[in-house]
């Protein structure tokens, strides 16, 4: 996982772009109103490391050692993640490991204190010792019992000598008092093995399941083939299944249910499945299981291929308070991002290894194939659009070319719309709710349906006293839309009915007009703006700070007869 680097303020901007050397993938975290050029703006230090720490993320503090403790102490006790936390001077002249000794901190911390050119404060005595972590084994392998593990690691520092059985090539430049007939036994091998009190097991992630998803229960297939074969759950590297499957949920679950990650390769039998992925006999081949063994641990990569994933999100109006986080958790996974340039702007900053996609706003169906084609290919795509990709966006282009082509890998990609604020709702709520009771939605484009259409649509809601929501009221091509509708509205509704318009909402620059449809002039809105006219029973009245509140009450009068 790509670390966090904390600063507080100018002074240490420095050291954190050193070590962007080191981790390219970081991502800065600076204090807002006393640092700028940064990834990510916090404004409670505390929160902020309580809430990358809760969510597993390693982080580099450049403050002193006592404040992250402080800061953190309170979440210490609570069950789950364990991430890294180091703290490094300001400077640069010192490296402090603090906590995640089992996720891999004295790594880390030696790691920095390479890149910095000074010496790691490692306390831990078995790293001291032995220049590793025993209890922490290099990616590829996992520790059998932590308890028994740390028993075993205080008998070799009592000065025990030790043996190593199975292939551990991390330990060779270990200093590990080694000797064939000691009574201490490093353990390394896949095969269920009851504890010993003097072995440390750690199992090799070298077992791959293939299964089908015609199995009734995946998960309970996956752990009996195992037991059958002998081997622990702990060496289970990946589960595989036939790109076929690819869209079956039962599959995705049993993955997820046993915490290990799902790859797909051209259909086959079970045994077939295996022999594509590693190369190799099954071990053991059931109906709809198959278990394959590599020699050394699986490197999950290069096991077929995953599940390409393709998201339709909603930025919201712009301001970045507005983006639902889903949204933003979305646009951290993405592989590669299509969209509008200035969406795709409003959507950044990026990492130096997403690849941006930008084309022009008319191209709609072109970049709805392109994020197929993408993601067909099992990377994490993001179509972006503004405000909700269900609101004349990107998501209806989207199924639209999905529905019309005929690729069935397309349609084994995990498509997934995620909402967003809509200007519509943006505006509304700065007005008050002039949307509070039923209301219309419209574009008043006619670049895709004729005006014929948009004409009757606006006479039959202003019949139905519906408050109205204009989106694309008018734009430089299209210069005379608004005028005619408003002819429309105005033989129905009062002069003094009240109209909101919202320009550039929660954007730079936003501005926000409350008139009437008596005095609204179609020069007082352009393209980037909203247009929401009240219905019979939409009102005013005057705000403290000067300005109006509008709604629409939730309730209606009752007409007699
Ligand atoms: N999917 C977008 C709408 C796209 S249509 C959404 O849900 O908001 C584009 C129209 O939306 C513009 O012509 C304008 O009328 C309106 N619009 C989009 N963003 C806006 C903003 N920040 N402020 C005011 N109007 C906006």
Redo the contacts with the bound molecule.
């Keep these: 996982m790509r670390p966090a680097i904390i600063i507080l303020g100018n002074g240490a901007l420095a050291t954190a772009q050193r070590l962007k050397g080191l981790y390219p993938q970081a991502q800065i975290h600076g204090l807002a109103g006393r640092v700028e050029a940064v990834d990510v703006l916090y404004s409670d230090f505390g929160a902020a490391l309580r809430a990358l720490y809760q969510s597993a993320t390693p982080i580099i503090a450049l403050c002193a050692a006592g404040i992250v403790i402080r800061s953190l102490a309170s979440v210490l006790l609570e069950k789950g993640a364990e991430p890294p936390v180091l703290a490094v001077a300001e400077d640069a002249s010192a490296v402090v490991p603090l906590l995640g000794g089992l996720a891999g901190v004295n790594v880390m911390a030696r790691a920095i204190a390479e890149h910095l050119q000074v010496d790691a404060a490692i306390t831990t005595s078995g790293e001291l010792r032995f220049g590793t972590c025993l209890l922490n084994p290099p990616e590829g392998y996992v520790l059998g019992d932590l308890g028994q593990g740390k028993r075993f690691v205080s008998d070799l520092l009592a000065g025990e000598s030790v043996r190593v059985e199975g292939q551990a090539p991390w330990l060779a430049d270990a200093r590990l008092p080694l000797d064939d007939q000691a009574r201490l036994t490093i353990r390394v091998a896949s095969q269920t093995h009851a504890p010993v009190a003097d072995e440390l097991l750690i199992y090799p992630r070298n077992v791959l399941v293939a299964v089908s998803a015609e199995a009734d229960d995946i998960v309970a297939t996956v752990i009996q083939a195992l037991q059958s074969a002998g081997l622990a759950m702990p060496a289970l590297a990946c589960l595989l299944a036939a790109d076929t499957q690819m869209a079956d949920e039962s599959l995705h679950a049993a993955a997820l249910a046993l915490d290990v990650p799902l790859r797909f390769t051209a259909a086959g039998h079970p045994g077939q499945l295996v022999e594509h992925a590693l190369g190799l006999t099954a071990l053991q081949v059931g109906a709809h299981c198959a278990v394959g063994v590599a020699a050394l641990p699986i490197e999950i990569a290069s096991v077929g291929r995953v599940r390409g994933r393709l998201a339709v999100i909603?930025l919201g109006?712009?301001a970045a308070e507005l983006m639902v986080p889903a949204v933003k958790a979305e646009l951290t996974r993405a592989d590669d991002v299509l969209g509008y340039e200035t969406y795709v702007r409003m959507a950044g900053p990026f990492r130096a290894d997403q690849v941006l996609h930008c084309t022009d706003n008319r191209e709609e169906m072109q970049r709805a194939r392109h994020a197929f084609e993408l993601a067909a290919q099992g990377r994490s795509v993001v179509v972006v659009?503004?405000?909700?990709?269900g609101?004349?966006?990107m998501a209806a282009a989207v199924l639209e070319a999905l529905h019309e082509a005929d690729r069935p890998e397309w349609h084994q990609v995990d498509l997934q719309m995620l909402p967003?604020v809509?200007?519509?709702l943006?505006?509304a709520a700065l007005a008050g709710a002039p949307l509070g009771h039923d209301f219309c939605v419209m574009?008043l484009s006619d670049n895709l349906k004729p005006w014929s259409i948009i004409e009757t649509r606006l006479e039959l809601a202003c019949q139905a006293d519906l408050a109205l929501a204009?989106?694309?009221?008018i734009s430089r091509a299209r210069p005379l839309q608004l005028g005619k509708a408003l002819e429309i509205v105005r033989r129905h509704r009062a002069p003094q009915t009240p109209v909101t318009l919202?320009?550039?909402?929660?954007?730079p620059g936003q501005r926000l007009i409350i008139t009437t449809l008596g005095e609204l002039t179609v020069d007082q809105v352009d393209?980037?703006?909203?247009v929401l006219v009240g219905s019979s029973t939409t009102c005013t009245f005057a705000k403290a700070d000067g300005g109006q509140w509008v709604y629409t009450p939730r309730w209606y009068p009752h007409k007699p007869g």
């Design positions: 909603g109006p712009g659009s503004s405000g909700d990709p609101v004349f966006a967003g809509s200007a519509s943006a505006t574009s204009f989106y694309n009221p919202g320009r550039d909402v929660g954007r393209s980037r703006t909203m």
